[in-house]
């Protein structure tokens, strides 16, 4: 005679089905195990969870945003960088506004994120890395000059188009470069941020909006645009500008887009002359 499965079993069965880039809420693991008023008990009892096997990190709260990880929100930053590992598309906040953001290193990833937010095929997304060793990642191996200004600049809230001079990546990177043969990295200046990226890897991170329209600044502005397509991770309301965005060429600097910390560039190129 079979002996019925208890509620955390059922419970991790449901958890372990959700497949690596996928997510789910909690409301939708109580639904499936045929229990969906018992979604607070789902969510507590996955806050105790000790078995790697049960990826609760791939559980999430019904409003969308990240949540609590391993019994405590101070855990969640690991959790969203988890997921976006993975190839989850999060909203979140960088060092300058809320980008939407995904694994660079994965084509499926950024092809979404391009008809999320209804960006024009042929423009670039700026990469954030978590150090001057991640450019090597996709073929870009700065020179004694433009490692020098790279130097100078970073980490900041500046964005740095270079050259890809390795061929082989720049047909594997394609799907980033769009045919420009050049990338836009930033390296941001946040600990905390720097953290998230160690562990999700570079991620491709446009501002959360349309193409054409504002960008969002708070999570429920976010939400209008993207819905239940991506998870969040909420910070408050961001008061930065875009990063403002150069190019290195020929021992010069172009100013692509001016955005912030633009007075630090302006002063650079001053006391380079």
């Known amino acids: 005679m079979k002996t019925e499965k208890s509620f955390k079993q059922k419970i991790s069965e449901a958890v372990k089905k959700i497949k690596e880039g996928e997510f789910r809420t909690y409301k939708e693991i109580a639904e499936i195990i045929k229990r969906p008023k018992s979604f607070r008990a789902v969510a507590n009892i996955l806050a105790k969870n000790k078995n790697p096997e049960i990826p609760c990190h791939r559980v999430i709260r019904n409003d969308y945003t990240v949540g609590g990880y391993k019994g405590s929100f101070k855990n969640s930053w690991k959790k969203l960088a988890l997921l976006l590992k993975e190839g989850v598309i999060a909203v979140m906040p960088t060092d300058t506004i809320y980008g939407i953001c995904g694994s660079a290193l994965k084509r499926k990833v950024v092809e979404k994120i391009y008809k999320l937010r209804k960006r024009s095929p042929l423009k670039p997304m700026i990469i954030l890395i978590s150090s001057f060793e991640d450019l090597k990642i996709f073929g870009v191996k700065p020179n004694k000059n433009e490692l020098r200004i790279l130097q ?17 990546k720049i047909k594997q990177f394609e799907y980033l470069h769009r045919g420009t043969k050049t990338l836009a990295f930033r390296l941001p200046k946040p600990a905390w941020l720097r953290k998230i990226l160690q562990i999700s890897g570079p991620l491709v991170a446009p501002s959360a909006n349309w193409e054409g329209y504002q960008p969002a600044k708070t999570i429920s502005e976010a939400k209008k645009y993207f819905g239940n397509h991506v998870v969040y991770f909420d910070r408050g309301k961001t008061k930065n500008k875009p990063s403002t965005l150069i190019k290195l060429k020929d021992k010069k600097i172009e100013i692509v887009r001016k955005g912030a910390n633009f007075k630090k560039i302006i002063k650079f190129i001053t006391k380079k002359s």
């Not at 100078?152 to 082989?168: A, F, N, T």
């Open 152 to 168: 100078k600049l970073w980490p900041g809230e500046i964005s740095i188009i270079l050259d890809i001079r390795d061929k082989k």
